[in-house]
Nanobody
Framework: QVQLVESGGGLVQAGGSLRLSCAAS????????MGWFRQAPGKEREFVAA????????FYAEPVKGRFTASRDNAKSAVYLQMNSLKPEDTAVYYC????????????????WGQGTQVTVSS
């Protein structure tokens, strides 16, 4: 049974930082590309970042480029999202996701999802 469990969300002031973690189990982690998505109230789920399973290539959505850094630790079956210079518009539930193969930008390309962690940025 595949499980993805996010943690690290919370309330932070604008300009602050948070580090999200996603622990994976039940899959051969190093074979999966991992993605981070977010969903704000009343909006569709949107792509944030994706990390390929090999080679270390990482892709970011334009709104987070230069502020967010995604990383993975295959030995720990975990991915991370370091979020700096947070803005109120970053407020959302953040999800990690896994797909077999290379990273993708679309949510429906992913096979497994975590339950999400709330990030709230106050102005």
């Amino acid at each position: 049974q595949v499980q993805l469990v996010e943690s690290g969300g919370g309330l932070v002031q604008a300009g602050g930082s948070l580090r999200l973690s996603c622990a994976a189990s039940g899959l051969t982690f190093s074979s999966y590309a991992m993605g981070w998505f977010r969903q704000a109230p009343g909006k569709e789920r949107e792509f944030v970042a994706a990390l390929n399973w090999i080679g270390g290539s990482t892709f970011y959505a334009e709104p987070v480029k230069g502020r967010f850094t995604a990383s993975r630790d295959n030995a720990k079956s975990a991915v991370y999202l370091q979020m700096n210079s947070l803005k109120p518009e970053d407020t959302a539930v953040y999800y990690c996701a896994a797909r077999l193969g290379s990273g993708a930008l679309k949510a429906d390309a992913y096979d497994y999802w975590g339950q999400g962690t709330q990030v709230t940025v106050s102005s």
